[in-house]
C-alpha cells in the first residue's frame, strides 16, 4: 500500500521531495565522470559520454517510478493510442500546465520512448546539478526575446532557430524523443486573456521551433506524439497537489499521429504559402487538443 494511505498528505508532499532529491543527487554523482569526459574537445568522446549521461538519467527515470509507486501508488489514468516502435525518435507536443509536467511527461513515456530531450530557458543552465546534467545530454537552451527587442533588430528571431537546428543535427546520430510545449508557457488564466487565446483550455501555439525541429530531422521522427495533459481541480499549488499524491483523477492522453510529408522541408521563414499551411496544421491539431482537453478536465473533475 502507498505511504499516501497512511500519511498526511503534506508530509506525503515532502517525503517525495526528499526521496526525489536524494534520487536525483544520487544519480548526478553516478554522472559526474561522464560529464567531466564531456568537457574533452574530441567529438566523439563527447558524443559518447552525453549517451551515457541519457542512459544514466533514463535510470533516474525508472528510479523515480519507484518512489512514486511508494509515495502515491497509482496517480490518474494513462491512456496511449498507438503503438511505440523500438529504436525510433519522435516529436512530442504537449500542453503546459503545471511545473509537473516534465516529471509526468517522462514517467509516462519511460519505457516507450527514448529518453526525452526539450527545449529550455537558457537562464536554466544555472540551476544547480539540473543546469550541467541538461547540458550533458545536449539540451538545447533557448535565449527568449520580447517582441519589442525582435522588432528592433530581426535577426534575434532567428538565434533560437538556429539553436534548434543544430540541437537536432546532434539528435541525428541516435533515436530521440525531441519534447515540445507549443504554447511556450505554463497556462494560467491571466495569460489566456493576456494572449487573447482563440481556444477554451490552451494558450495559442508558437510555430517556428516545431517547423525549425521538422526541417531539422522530420524525416527520422517516427511519429508525432500528442500528449494531453488534464489535472484535478484542487485549491492551490497543482504541483504540489500532484507530488502529495492528491491527483488520482489526473488523465493523460498520448496519440501517435503520422507527421504530413508536406510539413517536413519547407521554409518556415521565408516561404509565405508554407508558413501558411504550416499554421493550419497546427491550429487543427490544437483546436482537436482543446476539445480533448475539455473531455479530460471534465473526467478528472468527474474522478472519485
Known amino acids: 500500500m502507498p505511504l499516501s494511505k497512511f500519511l498526511p498528505k ?10 526525489m532529491t536524494v534520487c536525483i543527487t544520487f544519480w548526478f554523482v553516478v554522472m559526474l565522470p561522464f560529464i567531466a569526459l564531456r568537457l574533452v574537445p574530441i567529438y566523439r568522446v563527447q558524443r559518447w559520454a552525453s ?16 518512489i512514486y509507486a511508494l509515495m502515491h501508488g497509482v496517480q490518474g489514468e494513462l ?14 507536443v504537449s500542453n503546459h500546465a503545471a511545473w509537473a509536467d516534465i516529471l509526468v511527461l517522462f514517467n509516462a513515456l519511460h519505457g516507450h520512448a527514448p529518453f526525452g530531450r526539450f527545449f529550455l530557458k537558457k537562464e536554466l543552465i544555472w540551476v544547480p546539478i539540473v543546469g550541467v546534467v541538461c547540458w550533458a545530454m545536449d539540451f538545447p537552451f533557448m535565449k527568449r526575446h520580447s517582441q519589442k527587442a525582435i522588432a528592433r533588430n530581426p535577426a534575434l528571431a532567428e538565434q533560437d ?13 541516435s533515436p530521440v524523443t525531441v519534447i515540445n510545449f507549443l504554447e511556450g508557457t505554463r497556462f494560467t488564466p491571466s495569460k489566456h486573456a493576456r494572449y487573447k487565446s482563440p481556444y477554451q483550455h490552451l494558450l495559442p501555439p508558437k510555430f517556428g521551433g516545431l517547423s525549425a ?5 522530420g524525416e527520422q521522427f517516427e511519429a508525432l506524439v500528442d500528449v494531453t495533459i488534464a489535472y484535478q481541480a484542487v485549491k492551490g499549488n497543482t504541483t504540489w497537489s500532484w507530488l502529495c499524491g492528491q491527483q488520482t483523477g489526473m488523465q493523460i492522453e498520448v496519440h501517435l499521429l503520422p507527421i504530413p510529408q508536406e510539413m517536413i522541408a519547407g521554409d518556415y521563414r521565408n516561404n509565405p504559402d508554407f508558413k501558411q499551411a504550416f ?3 497546427v491550429a487543427g491539431l490544437w483546436q482537436t487538443k482543446d476539445q480533448r482537453l475539455a473531455a479530460l478536465k471534465q473526467k478528472a473533475t468527474d474522478a472519485p
Request: aromatic content about 10%.
Open 79 to 92: 491512456r496511449i493510442h498507438g503503438d511505440f516502435q523500438p529504436h525510433s525518435s519522435y516529436l512530442v
Open 279 to 281: 499554421k493550419a496544421w
Open 51 to 66: 549517451n551515457a549521461c541519457v542512459r544514466i538519467a533514463t535510470w533516474w527515470v525508472g528510479s523515480n517510478q519507484g
Open 213 to 217: 525541429s521538422l526541417n531539422a530531422m
Open 10 to 19: 503534506p508530509l506525503v508532499g515532502v517525503l517525495t521531495v526528499c526521496a
Open 161 to 173: 532557430l538556429e539553436t534548434t537546428r543544430k540541437a537536432c543535427a546532434v539528435y541525428k546520430e
